[in-house]
């Protein structure tokens, strides 16, 4: 049997809201898959959450990432650490540390925010200390993991994946939730027009619930 959990972990003060962070936990005969790992600061919680389902670290046999942000990578390697987890990505995805260099004009038009509460969200991120994982399977898309497809769904950022079983998609930051399914914000894209087309072609497939990280 196989059996699909979503972990709802949050993160404060992101421009002067709260942003949830969703970790889909996925459990069959061959072991317990964990899609996006979250930030350091949440680590205890997750360990809890997953107690609370009657899963351990060490049942963790695959992290799959679906990009290489922060708020998706963060415990990563300190998962791996106890569970000796493999970690999937797509070969195209750059882990290396971010330095986001984001304009308050262009934040706030999109999400109206103070400045004083952009200038601090802004110096959190980029001072977030996190372990940039080491990929140990680097996808292309088509692959089958834990029974989902893997979805090569470029924008967001050059190696973003998307994950589908035919009921559930997984879509990590090119769709969000905040009221409906919308695009990934535009100033974090690295590539706007192929985030857009992304989406266009994630929210066209036959699913049945959508899983975006945030919302
Ligand atoms: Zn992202
Ligand atoms: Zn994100």
């Known amino acids: 049997m196989r059996i699909l959990q979503v972990i ?25 898959t964990m899609v996006d790992t979250s930030l350091p600061e949440n680590f205890d919680l997750l360990v809890r959450r997953l107690k609370e389902i009657n899963l351990s670290l060490e049942d963790v046999s695959k992290i799959i990432l679906t990009h290489s942000h922060p708020d998706h990578i963060g415990n990563a390697e300190e998962i791996r650490r106890t569970s000796h987890a493999k ?6 995805e750059n882990f290396v540390p971010h330095d986001f260099n ?4 262009e934040v706030n038009k999109e999400m109206p925010v103070s400045r004083e509460e952009f200038y601090h969200t802004l110096s959190r991120i980029n001072q977030i200390k996190l372990e940039v994982p080491r990929i140990d399977v680097k996808l292309r898309g088509g692959e089958e993991i834990s029974g989902f497809k893997v979805l090569h769904t470029p924008g967001h950022t050059p190696g973003h994946i998307a994950l589908f079983d035919g009921e559930n998609l997984v879509t990590g930051d090119a769709v969000r939730a905040d009221g409906g399914l919308l695009p990934p914000l ?22 049945k ?7």
Do not use: C, Q
């Open 186 to 207: 535009s100033f974090f894209n690295w590539n706007n027009e192929m985030a857009l087309k992304s989406f266009s072609f994630l929210t066209s497939l036959p699913y």
């Open 8 to 32: 709802k972990l949050k993160e404060k003060g992101f421009f002067g809201r709260e942003l949830m962070h969703n970790v889909v936990v996925v459990t069959d005969e061959d072991g317990t």
């Open 209 to 215: 619930r959508v899983i975006p990280y945030h919302g």
């Open 87 to 92: 970690i999937y990505a797509h070969k195209e």
């Open 102 to 105: 984001l304009s308050y004009e």
